[in-house]
């Protein structure tokens, strides 16, 4: 059972879905983001998500990093320093999909699975990286941190 978000400000958060049916109601989506955010030291952000299929989040990532193959999730940083910039100050990309196909792969819930690429997403926006086995280790534990705080049950353990 996911407990009651601890970060009530939804002016922060805006969620666009654009495949349906949603995996987890609006509130818990902007949670996970907060949850995330405040715990990398960024809380306050304003954050646009948008869920998206397999096909859509691999196109963004062969246009936007070069690489055509499908992926979880896409973080963009848009800040640029200044506190009184209007709209998004970070864009995250999320593959429906994706939660749907690895949970039932791993047996696991996908809205958990979704959360995870939230909480993940929204840490690459606080700067934490996953290319090198010590990055990649302090991220996991990161968002396992993150996952346990909104009430969500240990996963699967990953690489």
């Given at each position: 059972m996911v407990v009651a978000?601890?970060?009530?400000?939804?002016?922060?958060?805006?969620?666009?879905?654009?495949v349906e049916p949603a995996l987890l109601d609006d509130a818990a989506v902007a949670a996970a983001v907060r949850a995330a955010l405040a715990h990398g030291g960024r809380a306050g952000l304003h954050v646009g998500v948008v869920l998206v299929d397999d096909a859509t989040l691999a196109e963004l990532h062969d246009r936007w990093l070069g690489d055509p193959?499908?992926?979880?999730?896409?973080?963009?940083?848009?800040?640029?320093?200044?506190?009184?910039e209007s709209g998004p100050q970070g864009e995250l990309y999320v593959s429906v999909d994706c939660a749907r196909r690895v949970a039932a792969e791993l047996g696991g819930d996908p809205a958990r699975e979704l959360a995870l690429y939230l909480v993940?997403?929204?840490?690459?926006?606080?700067?934490?990286?996953?290319?090198?086995?010590?990055?990649?280790?302090?991220?996991?534990a990161a968002e396992a941190a993150v996952l346990a705080e909104l009430g969500y049950p240990q996963g699967p353990p990953v690489d």
């Open positions: 978000p601890r970060f009530p400000d939804p002016s922060d958060v805006e969620v666009d879905w654009q193959s499908p992926t979880d999730v896409i973080a963009f940083d848009l800040s640029d320093g200044d506190p009184d993940h997403g929204s840490l690459h926006l606080c700067g934490h990286d996953d290319h090198e086995p010590d990055e990649r280790a302090a991220m996991r």
